[in-house]
């Protein structure tokens, strides 16, 4: 019996873009972007607009893949914690690799993400949900007015 190809030359020769999940760790790849590069995303358009330019219709991403095994294992570095991590199988219709394609609002309006990194996008996760947690702890252990 000969050998059975492997996931990552039948994927690639069928042309899809699943072959690019199996080059990295396995685990879905997907896009993040901070809030922030949202904001100036926004501010740019509605500037674009103020100033006579076309409507249109943009991408927002950070134009890089991070898969779900970066995400955990960034996540448990910087938490300095271990993670129960369950592993559930992929959802049916659920493509292995979304990646958003940013060029035309990087043309059209110098859009450039800037805080989309990992590090700084689960910091900024980290720093607010401890906010949160302690705003929310002082509400519960003031006095009721």
């Known amino acids: 019996m000969g050998k059975k ?24 790849i997907r896009d993040y972007i901070h809030v922030e590069d949202i904001a ?13 330019g076309k409507s249109s219709i943009y991408n927002l991403g950070s134009g890089k893949g991070i898969s779900n095994k970066e ?8 938490l300095g914690k271990k993670m129960r991590v369950q592993h559930q199988p992929a959802r049916p219709g659920d493509p292995a690799v979304v990646i958003a394609a940013i060029s035309k609002i990087k043309n059209e309006l110098n859009f450039e993400p800037k805080n989309s990194d990992l590090v700084t996008i689960l910091k ?16 519960k252990n003031s006095p009721s007015t």
């Open 124 to 139: 900024s996760v980290i720093d607010y949900n401890q906010l949160h947690s302690q705003i929310l702890k002082n509400k």
């Open 5 to 28: 190809p492997s996931p990552l030359l039948t994927n690639r020769f069928r042309g899809d873009f699943e072959a690019y999940a199996y080059l990295r760790d396995g685990s879905c």
């Open 40 to 52: 100036n995303a926004i501010a740019l358009a509605l500037n674009h607009l103020q100033k006579g």
């Open 71 to 78: 995400l955990l294992a960034q996540a448990k570095k910087l």
